[in-house]
């Protein structure tokens, strides 16, 4: 059998994706997504998810680019002097690595994400993490422990195979794929370790931001037996998202995949059976 998740990332950073992530939901193959608790539009997002309740919803853990939902003065390493976390996955890292930002200030702000979620009455079905800082040493012991605790028991591992090749796509695109698959698989002890559930596939990393129907049929004839994973990044228009970040991704072009009627029927010609993690 073939089970498939197909997750929208970043929901509640953005009207327009809190839009998007509903209208896929209702008129689309949506099934998932995962949200940022310090979103600036975390709270329509919610009130997205009360009025969608067969949506699963997951905690987007997002230390990059946003502001924290703790007080500055709790995780000074975590964030610039503007009170806003570092812009990217490369600064944050290079922090990291040298010491300079303290694990301790990254489980101070990821509990407060997590309880945040919870205080709005919402039940995470899974924990994953804006670029995907989850599956990085110590980190990830971190996150594990966290969502033992806090009573998540699935976690996203974006572990896309280093076989699925488009030669569409940019080398660097498939080497920055093969790095993150690595690293994932370097974590997977410590999440499946401790009985996390996960998928058994993931795809999304090769096609981040540029996932059109074509691609997205492509990935669904090609899925494996088991529970697959889609992460996809849709908005309803591209430009609210280009001024403010500079991703180059087209998140209206990914919406219009999740609401094509020719995907729709390839998943049932294929039976495959649409999921989220809470009833995969």
Same mark, same amino acid.
């Given at each position: 059998?073939?089970?498939?998740?197909?997750?929208?990332?970043?929901?509640?950073?953005?009207? #327009? $994706?809190?839009?998007?992530?509903?209208?896929? +939901?209702?008129?689309?193959?949506?099934?998932?997504?995962?949200?940022?608790?310090?979103?600036?539009?975390?709270?329509?997002?919610?009130?997205?998810?009360?009025?969608?309740?067969?949506?699963?919803?997951?905690?987007?853990?997002?230390?990059?680019?946003?502001?924290?939902?703790?007080?500055?003065?709790?995780?000074?390493?975590?964030?610039?002097?503007?009170?806003?976390?570092?812009?990217?996955?490369?600064?944050?890292?290079?922090? +990291?690595?040298? &010491?300079?930002?303290?694990?301790?200030?990254?489980?101070?702000?990821?509990?407060?994400?997590?309880?945040?979620?919870?205080?709005?009455?919402?039940?995470?079905?899974?924990?994953?993490? %804006?670029?995907?800082?989850?599956?990085?040493?110590?980190?990830? &012991?971190? $996150?594990?422990?966290?969502?033992?605790?806090?009573?998540?028991?699935?976690?996203?591992?974006?572990?896309?195979?280093?076989?699925?090749?488009?030669?569409?796509?940019?080398?660097?695109?498939?080497?920055?794929?093969? &790095?993150? =698959?690595?690293? =994932?698989?370097?974590?997977?002890?410590?999440?499946?370790?401790?009985?996390?559930?996960? #998928?058994?596939? +993931?795809?999304?990393?090769?096609?981040?931001?540029?996932?059109?129907?074509?691609?997205?049929?492509?990935?669904?004839?090609?899925?494996?037996?088991?529970?697959?994973?889609?992460?996809? %990044?849709?908005?309803?228009?591209?430009?609210?998202?280009?001024?403010?970040?500079?991703?180059?991704?087209?998140?209206?072009?990914?919406?219009?995949?999740?609401?094509?009627?020719? $995907?729709?029927?390839?998943?049932?010609?294929?039976?495959?059976?649409?999921?989220?993690?809470?009833?995969?």
């Amino acid at each position: 059998m073939k089970k498939l998740v197909i997750n929208a990332d970043d929901f509640g950073i953005d009207v #327009t $994706v809190n839009e998007a992530v509903e209208s896929a +939901f209702r008129n689309g193959v949506l099934t998932s997504t995962t949200i940022i608790s310090c979103g600036k539009s975390y709270e329509h997002a919610v009130d997205v998810a009360e009025q969608n309740p067969g949506l699963g919803v997951g905690v987007h853990l997002t230390f990059v680019a946003e502001q924290p939902v703790s007080c500055c003065s709790k995780i000074p390493s975590l964030v610039e002097v503007d009170s806003r976390f570092y812009e990217n996955y490369i600064d944050f890292l290079k922090n +990291f690595v040298v &010491g300079k930002i303290k694990l301790i200030d990254i489980e101070t702000e990821a509990r407060a994400q997590i309880e945040k979620v919870l205080d709005s009455n919402l039940t995470p079905t899974h924990i994953d993490s %804006h670029q995907h800082l989850h599956i990085f040493p110590k980190i990830a &012991g971190m $996150v594990n422990r966290l969502a033992k605790e806090y009573k998540i028991d699935a976690v996203r591992l974006p572990r896309e195979s280093i076989l699925f090749w488009d030669s569409d796509v940019s080398l660097a695109r498939h080497v920055a794929r093969n &790095g993150l =698959t690595a690293i =994932t698989w370097l974590s997977l002890p410590t999440y499946i370790g401790s009985g996390l559930r996960c #998928t058994d596939s +993931f795809f999304g990393m090769l096609y981040g931001g540029a996932l059109n129907s074509r691609r997205l049929k492509r990935i669904i004839s090609q899925l494996p037996a088991g529970i697959s994973e889609i992460m996809i %990044h849709p908005a309803l228009e591209n430009e609210s998202m280009q001024n403010v970040y500079q991703w180059n991704y087209d998140w209206q072009q990914e919406y219009h995949s999740l609401c094509d009627p020719s $995907v729709k029927a390839l998943i049932t010609e294929s039976s495959v059976q649409l999921t989220n993690y809470r009833t995969m």
